[in-house]
């Protein structure tokens, strides 16, 4: 196949992803997330349940926009195998969670059509927050395996929440004032943070 079509396959993908996940949202929003059904929203996109479940795993993770091939194996992979010196870590797993919001397909739209959805759902911001503790739970693991902590090592659990602490506010400047990219808003308060715990 060749790049072009490779191409055109990827627009497509991200379109439809895109087009369900903005209409969970208006229907959560309008409705309640009771208040319609998954084949109700594929009709509403013109695609069928089958392709609906090719793309979220529920009704709850479109509406929060969490795809079922949101792959980031390969990135993960480079980043546990890493043969860098301990010194570097941090490093490296920042540039981890950089890449990781680099594929991401959000804007600001999507916190607007979030923040409707959650208001009318506030059950949603739980499993949201479950979410998130899975993939703290998974990055702390993921640290361990490539720094050969014993689990339970407090070092890998401070790295990840600390990290953890400084994306939030970053991707908030990022949506609020969009003229800097989200690698130079993160960079800069990994920074500040590092200025502050060496003095």
């Given at each position: 196949?060749?790049?072009?079509?490779?191409?055109?396959?990827?627009?497509?993908?991200?379109?439809?992803?895109?087009?369900?996940?903005?209409?969970?949202?208006?229907?959560?929003?309008?409705?309640?997330?009771?208040?319609?059904?998954?084949?109700?929203?594929?009709?509403?996109?013109?695609?069928?349940?089958?392709?609906?479940?090719?793309?979220?795993?529920?009704?709850?993770?479109?509406?929060?926009?969490i795809p079922?091939?949101?792959?980031?194996?390969?990135?993960?992979?480079?980043?546990?195998?890493?043969?860098?010196?301990?010194?570097?870590?941090v490093d490296?797993?920042?540039?981890?969670?950089?890449?990781?919001?680099?594929?991401?397909?959000?804007?600001?739209?999507?916190?607007?059509?979030?923040?409707?959805?959650?208001?009318?759902?506030?059950?949603?911001?739980?499993?949201?927050?479950?979410?998130?503790?899975?993939?703290?739970?998974?990055?702390?693991?993921?640290?361990?395996?490539?720094?050969?902590?014993?689990?339970?090592?407090?070092?890998?659990?401070?790295?990840?929440?600390l990290l953890?602490?400084?994306?939030?506010?970053?991707?908030?400047?990022?949506?609020?004032?969009?003229?800097?990219?989200?690698?130079?808003?993160?960079?800069?308060?990994?920074?500040?943070?590092?200025?502050?715990?060496?003095?």
């Open positions: 196949m060749s790049n072009g079509a490779n191409g055109l396959r990827e627009r497509r993908v991200l379109a439809t992803s895109r087009a369900l996940r903005v209409e969970a949202r208006r229907l959560t929003a309008e409705r309640g997330m009771s208040g319609f059904t998954i084949e109700q929203l594929c009709s509403e996109v013109g695609v069928s349940r089958r392709t609906f479940f090719n793309y979220f795993a529920s009704k709850e993770n479109a509406v929060i926009g079922v091939r949101a792959d980031a194996s390969d990135l993960e992979e480079d980043f546990a195998s890493s043969a860098s010196p301990r010194d570097e870590l490296e797993f920042a540039e981890l969670m950089i890449a990781r919001w680099e594929r991401m397909d959000f804007n600001r739209d999507d916190i607007d059509e979030l923040g409707q959805a959650f208001r009318r759902e506030p059950q949603l911001f739980a499993h949201f927050l479950e979410v998130a503790a899975q993939g703290e739970r998974h990055d702390i693991a993921l640290v361990e395996r490539r720094e050969g902590f014993v689990p339970g090592d407090p070092r890998a659990a401070t790295l990840v929440q953890g602490a400084l994306i939030r506010p970053a991707m908030t400047e990022y949506f609020e004032q969009n003229s800097e990219d989200f690698r130079t808003l993160f960079l800069r308060r990994l920074a500040v943070a590092r200025e502050l715990l060496t003095r």
